[in-house]
């Protein structure tokens, strides 16, 4: 017997035991809610829309990164904003500044303080993977960092949605031969509301290319994170710095989980504060190259 939604028996005391019953049924077979979103497309933007009051993100996070050579625990100090503007400042566990990634448009820039070498070279998915072990474009991570999703180019008839396993589940096929699998999660207090109130998390991506797992990202423990204040001279010799952005208040993940199959390689970001839309400095995502430190350009592709 299919199962029926959590309300639709709702008086004498037989319909209220059937309805006990077939809330089970729908507890154990993930039913769906009674108004479902129609398209790929009104999903997709329900997340963008309560994202859209942030422009960027500042805060710090624990770096886990697991492969071949072992597991290595760093701290991150980064900065965001969209579309691929991006900041890391890697520092050991010790507090040893490590390394500082910047990405600025298509420049892509990092110092390696250990080896003493300045990389420079495009801003791409094969550097930040090289340098950052996340093999995903800036744009995708600053998107990511956020709880928002990266979609894939396509056309309207190259997505679908379904509802599987407690979470609607969006398929899409890009224009340029890679596919995307995309789930979300409604929030447990608007699941029997019309499907334009109901708010969705973004809980997983997975991107595939010729039949081959690129990478997938799982995001948990969404928190809500505020605006960031102004930039303040203490002296009150420079004007103050506003956000870079307006009031906003929306959700990230606190814990981004990558598996990256073929490079038997996992990373774990677990974000452990935030602020929305942070004052920027004019030099908030490049650098120059120190004195005495080795010039090479990394012509990862």
């Known amino acids: 017997m299919p199962c029926v939604t959590r309300t639709r028996f ?8 059937v309805g006990l019953v077939h809330s089970g049924c729908c507890a154990l077979a993930a039913c769906p809610p009674a108004s479902q979103y129609p398209t790929a497309r009104a999903a997709i933007d329900n997340v963008r829309e309560r994202h859209a009051c942030s422009r960027g993100l500042r805060g710090e996070a624990k770096l886990d990164y697991f492969d071949a050579s072992g597991r290595v625990r760093v701290d991150a100090y980064y900065l965001s904003a969209h579309p691929q503007s991006l900041r890391f400042d890697l520092v050991s566990p010790f507090g040893t500044p490590l390394s500082t990634l910047t990405v600025d448009r298509d420049q892509f820039a990092l110092l390696d303080r250990e080896a003493r070498v300045f990389y420079v070279g495009q801003a791409n998915a094969c550097n930040v993977g090289r340098f950052l072990r996340v093999p995903v474009p800036p744009e995708v991570l600053v998107q990511l960092l956020a709880g928002e999703a990266p979609i894939l180019v396509h056309n309207p008839e190259q997505s679908r949605i379904a509802w599987e396993g407690g979470r609607y589940v969006v398929e899409i096929e890009s224009l340029h031969g890679a596919s995307q699998r995309l789930e979300f999660e409604p929030f447990e207090s608007d699941f029997d509301k019309p499907y334009g109130e109901q708010r969705l998390r973004l809980i997983e991506v997975a991107v595939t ?3 081959v797992l690129l990478y997938s990202a799982q995001l948990r423990d969404h928190f809500p994170v505020s605006t960031a204040a102004p930039r303040v001279d203490p002296d009150g010799l420079e004007a103050d710095i506003p956000p870079s952005g307006p009031s906003c208040r929306a959700e990230i993940p606190r814990r981004i989980r990558f598996e990256i199959p073929v490079a038997d390689r996992d990373v774990v970001f677990e974000q452990t504060s935030a602020e929305h839309n942070p004052p920027l400095l004019p030099n908030s995502f490049t650098q120059e190259q120190p004195p005495g430190v ?6 990862c592709r």
């Open 294 to 299: 080795r010039r090479e350009t990394s012509s």
């Open 10 to 17: 709702a008086t004498s005391r037989w319909g209220l035991l």
């Open 209 to 211: 290319q010729q039949g």
